[in-house]
């Protein structure tokens, strides 16, 4: 299209230039002598049902009327759906020529039908209009010429037929040829001037779109071209300069043109005026009309012409009104490029609105009405590009405020920053010498509280070795007693007996973990091997606990469970450290759970032991952390414990090659601890 703007004006300029230089304007109808003005001896029939021929209209001429209130040279039916016929009397003087062409200067008719009558009688009818091939017109201009010859001193009437789906503005004017060229040089003139205006308008806003990637510059662009386009077709010099007989092009170019043009100038609206933000309400009308716009671009060529037509006249004109308002309430709230904005549309207001009002008929068609359109466009366009120049001089000073701003915030933050550096510094300095000093108090503390647990580990570990001496006399004198008592001894005896081998095996195993306790950082253990039989060790853990716990407590053990080869002595303190734990977190009238199974563990054949309680639970966070050496959980104060059982129970379960950890339950209380372990020994870390 931009190479399309430039071969018209080159063409009408060019056309300007050559034509011959003519006498004066056309001649109005009637009396053809060069003088006399007759149109109003013309009249007009409008046929509804578009089914009389020339014939038929030629024998009843009581239809016809003057055209009245629409000027003295054109006819003005608006936009409706009859055809018009329309009865031209005419006669020529016996000096005047006899070379006549008769002008429909509105290119836009769909068909124009001219009927002569011959000397035979016949009607002879020549065809011209949009819809008509150009190959096929009897004239080629960019009006509906059509060639006529009569006899001077002789008259006769002829009949014009004109179809149209858009409005049906008839101007008509008798011509000699050379000044019909003469008239068309002016013609030419001006609208090279239009067009030429429009082409630097469009190549100027193009290239400032290309070089700064402004979406507003190309919106403003494709509302030039779209109002171009749009006038170019509306003029006849589409088809005359470009298309030729594509008449599907032709016939829709001039509302898809308009429509492009409405489309871009809603965009360009919103985005120039910000009216998303500085006009909420307003803006919600403008989006409503874009997407009208946008609906009848994409859907006009597939639309009747006279329902398209229509619409972009309708929606044009309230677009219009809502741009003016629009601009006027930017300009109140201060915004200056507004001032350009709003003068240019309301020119293009007057324009469109004035077009749109002679289309539907309610305004004669004149120079005035015929051309308002091309006039307020054409300043509309030239406005608002300097609108964009303003824009751009506004936004260079805001941004040459802005950086002055920018500067003295920068200097100002320097100088801050600079006042911080300082007081960080200083304050850094005595952070650290602060940190310092609390680190040699937690290095102190830490020394004191690991000799003290070294001492506590030591003096249990002496006091276990020097009760191994007594527990010895206390198990040899007990046995003596048993050997002299009668055999077998009372039941009496007996169960006293029973009751003492317990407690001693009881304190025994105490013993061995107070002894294991002194151990623990010890990492080559001598592990006396052995086959451990579950049930037998299961067995002497509930003997290991006194009458009440052993009642609390619930064993289970699978059928046919292998033997498990380990320490005996190690595993007994592990699997009493793990059973002691759940009888002591679990409430005294509930029951801690001892289950085994076999199970294997990445492949590796072993046996599970899982122990559960009925207890308050682990905290989430602290699976891991009830392990460790020494750690004891803030929600167990008050309960007995050095808080190295769990410890010593990981650390046995891995000597051994196997794991311990907790057991996730969801929905359940309290905890669960499972222990795994080869069958075959493996030594862990």
Same mark, same amino acid.
């Given at each position: 299209?931009?190479?399309?703007?430039?071969?018209?004006?080159?063409?009408?300029?060019?056309?300007?230039?050559?034509?011959?230089?003519?006498?004066?304007?056309?001649?109005?109808?009637?009396?053809?002598?060069?003088?006399?003005?007759?149109?109003?001896?013309?009249?007009?029939?409008?046929?509804?049902?578009?089914?009389?021929?020339?014939?038929?209209?030629?024998?009843?001429?009581?239809?016809?009327?003057?055209?009245?209130?629409?000027?003295?040279?054109?006819?003005?039916?608006?936009?409706?759906?009859?055809?018009?016929?329309?009865?031209?009397?005419?006669?020529?003087?016996?000096?005047?020529?006899?070379?006549?062409?008769?002008?429909?200067?509105?290119?836009?008719?769909?068909?124009?039908?001219?009927?002569?009558?011959?000397?035979?009688?016949?009607?002879?009818?020549?065809?011209?209009?949009?819809?008509?091939?150009?190959?096929?017109?009897?004239?080629?201009?960019?009006?509906?010429?059509?060639?006529?010859?009569?006899?001077?001193?002789?008259?006769?009437?002829?009949?014009?037929?004109?179809?149209?789906?858009?409005?049906?503005?008839?101007?008509?004017?008798?011509?000699?040829?050379?000044?019909?060229?003469?008239?068309?040089?002016?013609?030419?003139?001006?609208?090279?001037?239009?067009?030429?205006?429009?082409?630097?308008?469009?190549?100027?806003?193009?290239?400032?779109?290309?070089?700064?990637?402004?979406?507003?510059?190309?919106?403003?662009?494709?509302?030039?071209?779209?109002?171009?386009?749009?006038?170019?077709?509306?003029?006849?010099?589409?088809?005359?300069?470009?298309?030729?007989?594509?008449?599907?092009?032709?016939?829709?170019?001039?509302?898809?043109?308009?429509?492009?043009?409405?489309?871009?100038?809603?965009?360009?609206?919103?985005?120039?005026?910000?009216?998303?933000?500085?006009?909420?309400?307003?803006?919600? %009308? =403008? +989006?409503? &009309?874009?997407? /009208?716009?946008?609906?009848?671009?994409?859907?006009?060529?597939? #639309?009747?012409?006279? @329902? *398209?037509?229509?619409?972009?006249?309708?929606?044009?004109?309230?677009?219009?009104?809502?741009? %003016? =308002? +629009?601009? &006027?309430?930017? /300009?109140?709230?201060?915004?200056?490029?507004?001032?350009?904005? #709003?003068?240019?549309? @309301? *020119?293009?207001?007057?324009?469109?609105?004035?077009?749109?009002?002679?289309?539907?008929?309610?305004?004669?068609?004149?120079?005035?009405?015929?051309?308002?359109?091309?006039?307020?466009?054409?300043?509309?366009?030239?406005?608002?590009? *300097?609108?964009?120049?303003?824009?751009?001089?506004?936004?260079?000073?805001?941004?040459?405020?802005?950086?002055?701003?920018?500067?003295?915030?920068?200097?100002?933050?320097?100088?801050?920053?600079?006042?911080?550096?300082?007081?960080?510094?200083?304050?850094?300095?005595?952070?650290?010498?602060?940190?310092?000093?609390?680190?040699?108090?937690?290095?102190?503390?830490?020394?004191?509280?690991?000799?003290?647990?070294?001492?506590?580990?030591?003096?249990?570990?002496?006091?276990?070795?020097?009760?191994?001496?007594?527990?010895?006399?206390?198990?040899?004198?007990?046995?003596?007693?048993?050997?002299?008592?009668?055999?077998?001894?009372?039941?009496?005896?007996?169960?006293?007996?029973?009751?003492?081998?317990?407690?001693?095996?009881?304190?025994?195993?105490?013993?061995?973990?107070?002894?294991?306790?002194?151990?623990?950082?010890?990492?080559?253990?001598?592990?006396?091997?052995?086959?451990?039989?579950?049930?037998?060790?299961?067995?002497?853990?509930?003997?290991?606990?006194?009458?009440?716990?052993?009642?609390?407590?619930?064993?289970?053990?699978?059928?046919?469970?292998?033997?498990?080869?380990?320490?005996?002595?190690?595993?007994?303190?592990?699997?009493?450290?793990?059973?002691?734990?759940?009888?002591?977190?679990?409430?005294?009238?509930?029951?801690?759970?001892?289950?085994?199974?076999?199970?294997?563990?990445?492949?590796?054949?072993?046996?599970?032991?899982?122990?559960?309680?009925?207890?308050?639970?682990?905290?989430?966070?602290?699976?891991?952390?009830?392990?460790?050496?020494?750690?004891?959980?803030?929600?167990?104060?008050?309960?007995?414990?050095?808080?190295?059982?769990?410890?010593?129970?990981?650390?046995?379960?891995?000597?051994?090659?196997?794991?311990?950890?907790?057991?996730?339950?969801?929905?359940?209380?309290?905890?669960?601890?499972?222990?795994?372990?080869?069958?075959?020994?493996?030594?862990?870390?």
């Amino acid at each position: 299209m931009f190479v399309s703007l430039f071969a018209v004006c080159a063409g009408l300029f060019f056309a300007g230039l050559c034509v011959a230089d003519g006498r004066n304007a056309g001649v109005p109808l009637a009396l053809l002598n060069g003088k006399a003005d007759a149109f109003l001896y013309s009249r007009v029939w409008l046929d509804p049902d578009k089914r009389a021929d020339v014939a038929d209209v030629a024998a009843h001429p009581e239809r016809f009327a003057p055209p009245g209130g629409q000027g003295d040279q054109v006819i003005n039916a608006g936009y409706d759906d009859a055809v018009v016929w329309v009865r031209v009397p005419v006669q020529v003087a016996a000096d005047a020529p006899r070379d006549w062409l008769l002008e429909v200067g509105y290119p836009t008719l769909d068909r124009v039908t001219l009927y002569r009558r011959e000397a035979s009688g016949q009607w002879h009818a020549v065809e011209s209009g949009d819809l008509v091939p150009r190959s096929r017109r009897p004239f080629e201009h960019h009006n509906l010429v059509f060639p006529l010859v009569l006899e001077p001193g002789v008259g006769e009437v002829m009949f014009l037929r004109v179809e149209s789906q858009g409005n049906l503005t008839i101007p008509l004017t008798f011509w000699q040829l050379k000044d019909l060229l003469a008239a068309d040089r002016s013609r030419y003139a001006w609208q090279a001037l239009y067009f030429g205006a429009l082409l630097a308008l469009l190549s100027y806003n193009l290239m400032l779109f290309l070089a700064i990637r402004d979406p507003l510059y190309l919106t403003y662009s494709l509302m030039v071209l779209g109002m171009g386009n749009g006038l170019l077709t509306m003029k006849g010099f589409g088809s005359l300069l470009l298309w030729g007989d594509a008449l599907s092009l032709d016939n829709a170019a001039f509302p898809l043109s308009l429509a492009l043009c409405g489309l871009s100038g809603a965009l360009f609206t919103r985005r120039f005026l910000d009216s998303r933000h500085r006009a909420p309400l307003l803006d919600r %009308v =403008v +989006l409503f &009309l874009t997407v /009208l716009f946008a609906l009848e671009t994409l859907t006009g060529y597939w #639309l009747p012409y006279a @329902l *398209l037509a229509r619409l972009v006249s309708a929606t044009g004109l309230c677009f219009s009104v809502v741009a %003016v =308002v +629009l601009a &006027l309430q930017s /300009l109140v709230r201060g915004q200056r490029s507004a001032r350009l904005f #709003l003068a240019g549309w @309301l *020119l293009l207001l007057v324009g469109v609105g004035v077009t749109a009002l002679r289309n539907f008929g309610w305004l004669p068609t004149n120079v005035l009405t015929s051309n308002i359109m091309q006039i307020g466009s054409a300043l509309e366009m030239l406005l608002l590009s *300097l609108a964009l120049a303003d824009r751009i001089n506004s936004l260079r000073q805001e941004k040459d405020l802005a950086h002055a701003d920018a500067v003295r915030a920068e200097r100002k933050l320097i100088d801050t920053l600079r006042d911080w550096g300082v007081s960080l510094e200083r304050e850094v300095v005595r952070q650290t010498h602060e940190l310092r000093e609390a680190n040699l108090r937690l290095a102190a503390s830490e020394a004191i509280e690991r000799r003290g647990r070294e001492e506590q580990t030591h003096f249990i570990a002496m006091i276990a070795h020097d009760i191994r001496t007594p527990l010895a006399i206390i198990k040899a004198a007990v046995q003596s007693l048993q050997d002299m008592d009668a055999s077998p001894p009372p039941p009496e005896h007996q169960k006293r007996y029973d009751r003492i081998q317990r407690a001693l095996q009881r304190l025994n195993a105490l013993l061995e973990i107070a002894l294991m306790q002194d151990r623990t950082n010890v990492d080559d253990w001598r592990m006396e091997m052995a086959e451990i039989q579950l049930d037998v060790l299961t067995s002497e853990l509930l003997q290991l606990l006194s009458p009440a716990d052993e009642a609390r407590m619930s064993c289970r053990l699978a059928d046919g469970l292998p033997a498990l080869r380990g320490d005996p002595r190690m595993l007994r303190v592990m699997l009493l450290n793990i059973v002691e734990n759940a009888l002591k977190y679990s409430p005294r009238d509930s029951e801690a759970r001892l289950e085994i199974e076999t199970g294997a563990h990445s492949g590796e054949a072993g046996v599970v032991i899982r122990v559960s309680d009925r207890g308050p639970g682990i905290t989430p966070g602290q699976e891991e952390r009830i392990f460790q050496k020494y750690y004891r959980s803030p929600d167990v104060v008050g309960q007995p414990g050095l808080g190295i059982g769990l410890f010593l129970a990981r650390f046995i379960c891995r000597r051994h090659g196997g794991s311990l950890h907790v057991v996730s339950r969801p929905g359940e209380i309290g905890a669960c601890l499972e222990a795994w372990l080869p069958l075959e020994k493996g030594v862990g870390a």
